[in-house]
């Protein structure tokens, strides 16, 4: 009786497979970079836009939306205003600021209520906006030695907060226009003294917050 042999791959069928295998790791890769570069896009515009809406806002009603004294919102819409001292008090993330409450509804968060009834952002009317990346987009009074007021995106992976930064300022966390710092918290504070990253540090686990002058 005849033995059966065992038939093992031939070098060509091994280059075919490794050719699949390296196609296939190559689609999935620039799959991951289209995504990262359409979150990236999708924050800047993010960025403009609302930026674009608080400066129409000013222009048409002649005060800061959030900030806008209760008197003036209540009769137009019949909801709750700020106190008209053009400073937004709260943080971006609907917190406190220094420990300091601001005696009503926080004006970093009522700002959203003021541009969604205003008809200049979409979204519910109460809620903080949301990032693609999953953090919070806000606005609060001075971050990161920034004066005036600030536009904040929290929970961002070291690669898409610094192509933003390059893309909006010169790329340096510390310096500039726009600001960041590492995250050790989703959404967190926006501590005045950030940790002393003089670039992202793109290992895969960071996240940070970046603020941005408007």
């Known amino acids: 009786m005849q033995a ?3 038939r ?12 699949i295998i390296g ?4 689609g999935v890769l620039k799959g991951q ?4 570069q ?3 896009r999708n924050i800047v515009n993010d960025m403009n836009g609302i ?6 806002y000013q222009d048409r009603y002649r005060a800061l939306p959030g900030d806008e004294r209760h008197v003036a919102v209540s009769g137009r819409w019949g909801v709750s205003g700020g106190d008209g001292n053009g400073v937004l008090c709260g943080a971006y993330n609907g917190g406190t600021v220094g420990g300091s409450a601001c005696g009503g509804e926080m004006e970093s968060r009522l700002i959203w209520r003021h541009l969604r009834l205003s008809g200049l952002i979409t979204g519910a009317e109460d809620s903080i906006p949301v990032n693609a990346a999953g953090g919070l987009i806000g606005i609060q009074a001075g ?7 600030v536009l904040c995106i929290s929970n961002l992976p070291a690669k898409i ?3 933003i930064d390059a893309q909006q300022d010169d790329g340096n966390p510390r310096t500039g226009s726009l600001r960041g710092a590492r995250q050790n918290a989703p959404n967190p504070a926006a501590d005045p003294n950030p940790a002393a990253d003089t670039a992202y540090q793109d290992d895969g686990s960071l996240t940070y917050l970046i603020c941005k002058s408007i």
């Open 51 to 56: 930026t674009a809406a608080i400066y129409a």
């Open 8 to 19: 093992g791959f031939t070098l060509v069928e091994i280059a075919i497979v490794l050719v």
């Open 38 to 40: 359409a979150r990236i």
């Open 33 to 36: 970079e289209l995504i990262t």
């Open 23 to 26: 196609l296939l790791l190559g």
């Open 161 to 163: 907060a610094a192509a």
């Open 4 to 6: 059966h042999r065992e």
């Open 143 to 149: 971050a990161f030695g920034l004066s005036g007021h």
